[in-house]
């Protein structure tokens, strides 16, 4: 069975760096074809796509933000690092990790239940 | 990169049929089998409903169907049961190996 937790900070402040955990098990980023992925939404908003990171390190961001973020792993602990730079208020949002399997491809299957971070002074 | 086109809302009675459409470019719906639905309640995580356009994950019902034509991409939900209410969201994988979600429509059974 597969599944993904979030963890980090539940505020910062502007122009502070954000550092999220996104610690998962069930499977291993190392195995060909899986990949895991960074979604956030605002407050009664849509879902933004955010980073993915593949089974070969290859690592795709949104260009959208303006090359703030910055995805990493630690395969020893089956976890996802994603840090985003220069927060503002307009990132507070719910972030969620989720799963990607070549599998099914283009799709997130398995998502964590995502974690809210506030930005504010 | 900009976001998929969706409805705002839509509604519907039950046991009556509804669509959503999700619109994007030749970068992504419209070059792409790689197109996936996720139903949500506001407050939960996203729950996958459609990938490659029309395949359902087990244990998702065969009410739900998915099928694309150019740059449009539609999730047909029949039979609707009040369970369904919640929001919908389409997404594509786009032609920079990155993704991209649709705006998102909230269904409302009537």
């Known amino acids: 069975q597969i599944t993904l937790k979030e963890s980090g900070p539940t505020l910062v402040k502007p122009t502070q760096t954000l550092t999220l955990t996104c610690t998962f098990s069930?499977?291993?980023?190392?195995?060909?074809?899986?990949?895991v992925g960074w979604i956030r939404q605002p407050p009664g908003k849509a879902l933004e796509w955010l980073s993915l990171?593949?089974?070969?390190?290859?690592?795709r961001y949104n260009p959208s933000l303006n090359n703030r973020l910055t995805i990493t792993t630690d395969t020893s602990k089956n976890q996802v690092v994603l840090t985003l730079t220069n927060m503002a208020p307009e990132d507070t949002a719910t972030y969620f990790c989720?799963?990607?399997?070549?599998?099914?491809?283009?799709?997130?299957?398995?998502w964590g239940p995502g974690t809210m971070v506030t930005v504010s002074s | 990169q900009s976001a998929l086109t969706q409805p705002p809302s839509v509604s519907g009675s039950p046991g009556q049929s509804v669509t959503i459409s999700c619109t994007g470019t030749r970068s992504d719906v419209g070059t792409y089998e790689r197109v996936s639905w996720y139903h949500q309640v506001p407050g939960t995580a996203p729950k996958l409903i459609i990938y490659?356009?029309?395949n359902r994950p087990s244990g998702v019902p065969d009410r739900f169907s998915g099928s694309k034509s150019g740059n449009t991409a539609s999730l047909t939900i029949s039979g609707l049961q009040a369970e369904d209410e919640a929001d919908y969201y389409c997404s594509s994988y786009t032609s920079s190996i990155t993704w991209v979600f649709g705006g998102g429509t909230r269904l409302t059974v009537l």
């Open positions: 069930g499977f291993s980023l190392t195995t060909t074809g899986m990949g």
């Open positions: 990171v593949f089974w070969d390190d290859d690592k």
């Open positions: 989720a799963h990607r399997t070549s599998w099914l491809p283009g799709a997130f299957d398995v």
């Open positions: 490659e356009v029309t």
